[in-house]
């Protein structure tokens, strides 16, 4: 008896109700039946997706080719763009997770999701205004000691990053509730289809933020 059969068996004498068939390896769909009459589940077309989040990527990176000027000028806030588009996309991450778990009650009425959406708005909001405060006191400092920065310059730039989380987060945190609803709407399932777009779509909003802001209060205001 090989590994599969063994398995197979083991899963055969925990759950005597559950009936696996075979079809062929890798198939599209995978047929099963619990104590009824076997369903097919659909594998949804990823290639399809790919080339779409493919096309989006380019977006994003054309984007970041529009502030080249801004990246030559001041290298150093290349440093913490990891930092805005990873906390931009965590907070559409958790928003997400929080939106597939109230849409899969079918009841929810119109009123209760653009509750939810400002619910949702409301604490990417707050987690902004706290990792941002947080964020402009560690990177000013951060600055000044290891990369013997002034004051000025350092907390120029901690203000920066720190007001290009808050915006990125609280934007992250209204698409992150906002797609699924959406593709709930369309008849499409957003368990499947919102993590993708919402991740490229947060990195998007998330680099503009930051160099939009850094192109505008660091070179166009305060001249450096």
Same mark, same amino acid.
């Given at each position: 008896m090989n590994l599969l059969d063994?398995?197979?068996?083991?899963?055969?004498?925990?759950?005597?109700?559950?009936?696996?068939r075979e079809q062929e390896p890798m198939s599209r769909h995978t047929s099963f039946r619990i104590g009824g009459p076997a369903r097919r589940m659909a594998f949804p077309e990823s290639r399809e997706q790919l080339v779409i989040l493919l096309g989006l990527g380019l977006v994003v990176s054309?984007?970041?080719?529009?502030?080249?000027?801004?990246?030559?000028?001041?290298t150093v806030i290349i440093c913490f763009q990891s930092l805005v588009l990873d906390m931009a996309g965590n907070v559409g991450t958790q928003s997400l997770a929080v939106t597939i778990r109230v849409l899969m009650d079918e009841d929810v009425s119109p009123r209760q999701k653009l509750a939810l959406v400002?619910?949702?708005?409301r604490v990417g909001l707050m987690n902004g205004l706290l990792l941002g405060l947080l964020s402009f006191g560690a990177?000013?400092?951060?600055?000044?000691?290891?990369?013997?920065?002034?004051?000025?310059?350092?907390? @120029?730039?901690?203000?920066? %990053?720190g007001t290009a989380? *808050? $915006?990125?987060?609280?934007l992250s945190s209204i698409i992150g509730t906002t797609v699924p609803i959406l593709f709930?709407?369309?008849?499409?399932?957003?368990?499947?289809? @919102?993590?993708?777009?919402? %991740?490229?779509?947060?990195? *998007? $909003?998330?680099?503009?933020?930051y160099y939009g802001l850094a192109w505008l209060l660091l070179i166009k205001v305060l001249h450096f």
């Open positions: 063994a398995l197979a068996q083991t899963l055969a004498s925990r759950c005597p109700d559950l009936e696996l054309s984007v970041v080719g529009l502030f080249e000027r801004v990246v030559t000028h001041l400002g619910k949702e708005a990177i000013g400092l951060y600055l000044m000691a290891a990369k013997g920065a002034a004051a000025a310059f350092a907390f @120029s730039v901690s203000f920066c %990053t989380l *808050l $915006v990125s987060m609280l709930k709407r369309l008849g499409v399932d957003p368990a499947v289809a @919102s993590g993708p777009l919402i %991740t490229t779509v947060n990195d *998007l $909003v998330a680099v503009t933020a």
